[in-house]
Nanobody, 121 residues
Framework: VQLQASGGGLVQAGGSMNLSCAAS????????MSWYRQALWKERESVAG???????NVADSLKGRFTISRDIAKNTLYLQMKNLKPEDTAVYYC????????????????WGQGTQVTVSS
């Protein structure tokens, strides 16, 4: 599985940016998909996620500014970000969880390569 994140770049504080994550296979097959971010010198943190059933959640600190969505037909996950702040500067990663059933049931995670978002003050 390949996850290709795109849409990052440089934006001024208060601006908006939309990220996309294109999957190499049907995203409906995933248990869930998520966005994470990692700022320099900080740990990776969860931004937002959406389940196979379409239930979406956003980190409490980002609610009202960030929205996660998906287009099943396009096999693409999105993250809409508005009113961006310098502290939103980070590499944003998309992630997918897949349940794999063999002789056991396992959850396998996949990561995209990340896209840099830089918010200038």
């Amino acid at each position: 599985v390949q996850l290709q994140a795109s849409g990052g770049g440089l934006v001024q504080a208060g601006g908006s940016m939309n990220l996309s994550c294109a999957a190499s296979r049907r995203i409906f097959s995933f248990k869930s998909m998520s966005w994470y971010r990692q700022a320099l010198w900080k740990e990776r943190e969860s931004v937002a996620g959406i389940t196979n059933g379409g239930a979406a959640n956003v980190a409490d600190s980002l609610k009202g500014r960030f929205t996660i969505s998906r287009d099943i037909a396009k096999n693409t996950l999105y993250l809409q970000m508005k009113n961006l702040k310098p502290e939103d500067t980070a590499v944003y990663y998309c992630h997918a969880d897949e349940v794999v059933v063999t002789t056991t049931i396992q959850t396998v995670g996949y990561w995209g390569q990340g896209t840099q978002v830089t918010v200038s003050s």
